[in-house]
């Protein structure tokens, strides 16, 4: 059983600053590309920002130059720093990874969801 635990959400004021971490654990022979998405009340998940195993990175055009996403492939842990954040940002955040528990089956992995909300 793989398993991937969010800390770091909380309460900010706009223009703000907050770090969110992923930890995944369980058996787990590698991971591919990692991410975080959020959903905001009455609209649909969103893709925030993935990195690939290599550190690609991609950003939703939303968070750019504000947010960076990283990983510590010893760790299984990916983080995201959120700059200068806007009462927009507000949401549950979620990490993902994708996760190989063999040589060739892998699938996609949710944490439980972190708030996030940002105060005007």
């Known amino acids: 059983q793989v398993q991937l635990v969010e800390s770091g959400g909380g309460l900010v004021q706009a223009g703000g600053f907050l770090s969110l971490s992923c930890a995944a654990s369980?058996?787990?022979?590698?991971?591919?590309?990692m991410g975080w998405y959020r959903q905001a009340p009455g609209k649909q998940r969103e893709l925030v920002a993935a990195?690939?195993?290599?550190?690609?990175?991609n950003y939703a055009d939303s968070v750019k130059g504000r947010f960076t996403i990283s990983r510590d492939n010893a760790k299984k842990t990916v983080f995201l720093q959120m700059n200068t954040l806007k009462p927009e940002d507000t949401a549950v955040y979620y990490c993902?990874?994708?996760?190989?528990?063999?040589?060739?089956?892998?699938?996609?992995?949710w944490g439980q969801g972190t708030q996030v909300t940002v105060s005007s």
């Open positions: 993902n990874a994708d996760v190989y528990t063999g040589s060739t089956y892998h699938k996609i992995y």
């Open positions: 990195i690939t195993s290599d550190s690609i990175t």
């Open positions: 369980g058996i787990i022979s590698s991971i591919n590309a």
